[in-house]
């Protein structure tokens, strides 16, 4: 069996956890095509292809979002995105330092994936993405 190649949007605004997350994918075994956008608004642009942008294309597999960005923050980007005819069936996956109820539950609401607590280590990293990648493998993407 071939795996598939899963194309991946990075939505997060601290460069540091950009490039563990780039640095933990080559360690894995995944096949991917990365996007990195530094906030909820630059990720739409590339989602469109609006502002000059290019967009994406083929559409990502996966979203990985964080909630605390500056501009358009998750909660609001995931709004966005759920309204959009053809963006809405998106499979997302939070990545926050926030394990806050409010905002576990406002996610759940806008129907993401799953939900993620960052990890602390490049490490933890690596374990989670090929965690997801065994799921990814077997389910049908949208
Ligand atoms: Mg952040």
Known sequence: MTDKNIIILHVEDDEVDAMVMQR???????????????????????LRGTEGRTKISPRPSVILLDLNMPQ????????ELRSDSELKPISVYVMSTSSDDRDRLEAFGQNVA???????????????????????QLTELP
């Not at 894995?28 to 642009?45: F, Q, S, V």
């Not at 358009?72 to 709004?79: R, S």
């Open 24 to 46: 933990a994918l080559k360690k894995t075994d995944l096949k991917y095509t990365y996007h990195h956008a530094k906030n909820g608004i630059e990720a739409l642009e590339m």
């Open 72 to 79: 358009m923050n998750g909660h609001e980007f995931l709004k």
């Open 114 to 136: 799953g939900y993620i607590v960052k990890p602390l280590t490049l490490e933890s990293y690596v374990e989670a993405i090929n965690t997801l990648n065994k799921f990814w």
